[in-house]
């Protein structure tokens, strides 16, 4: 083994360490007894005997059962609504010629440059006028719009590299514009809309700025929020509780990605494998 190979090897080791380090102080803590944690040192790892009722506590006082099935809902129908419209958006400018398609791209795409931070207050009124804040729709609304955009520039970008016979060939065959797209242009380009997919629950499973704006009810409020709430001046929650929140909802990603990790894989080549 040459020098610059290990060099490397020492690198992504140290880089490894790096990354697993506050996973590991959050699996330690987390176990610790809470009238034990303030004279122990947070690296130094103890029975884990108070690992469960941390658990336990935070699962019940944080409300997170109510949180953790409205969430599950969020992470799949705004995930699978944004990948979507995103697909059909991409398929229209690219498939369909959209007449000023590349416009309409950079309109869709516009949304996303402004920080969500200056839309918070507009965002709030806007829902409080339409009865939309604090329930589960106005949650699914907001979480596929800001999805949009993203989704759109992929799809947009993956339907470029389908060549323009395929389609041609489906219409001179007879099939619709709506069967083209849902029989051949979606099975075709299934890796990237699991990969977009996967992303987009991710980021919506671990929101907390949008839950903590437009949400206040436990069955409404997301995980993140409800978390946060446990830290606050009436959830009183010491850290090793916190930590074992964190740790509950923290697990399904880290499922999701487990489980789909070959899916995910083949979909960031947006599907060239």
Known sequence: ????????????????????????LMLVNAAKPEDTYVDSSAWVPADIS?????????????????????????SVTAPALSVLIGAAAGYAIVALRLRAGFLWLVVIFTSSVFPLQMLLM???TGYV???????????????????VAFTSFVMRNFFSGIARQTFEAAIVDGASTWRIFWRIYLPMSTPA?????????????????L?????????VRPLMASLAALQGNYG??????????????????????LFTQRFFARGLSLGQF
């Open 122 to 124: 507009p965002l709030f």
């Open 236 to 257: 009183g929650a010491t850290m090793p509780v916190l930590l074992a929140g964190g740790l509950i909802v923290s697990i399904p990603t880290v499922l999701l990605f």
């Open 1 to 24: 083994m040459g020098g610059s190979q290990r060099l490397r090897k020492a690198a992504v080791i140290v880089l490894g360490l790096v990354w697993l380090a506050p996973i590991y």
């Open 193 to 209: 809309l699991v990969a977009l997919f996967i992303l987009q629950a991710t980021s919506v499973w671990n929101d907390l700025l």
């Open 50 to 74: 108070g690992l469960w009722d941390n658990i336990s506590t935070a699962w019940t006082r944080g409300h997170l059962s109510e949180s953790f099935s409205a969430t599950a809902v969020y």
């Open 211 to 219: 839950g903590l704006t437009l949400t206040r009810s436990e069955e």
């Open 129 to 147: 006028d339409f009865d939309l804040y604090d329930t589960r729709i106005g949650m699914i609304l907001i979480y596929t719009v800001v999805s």
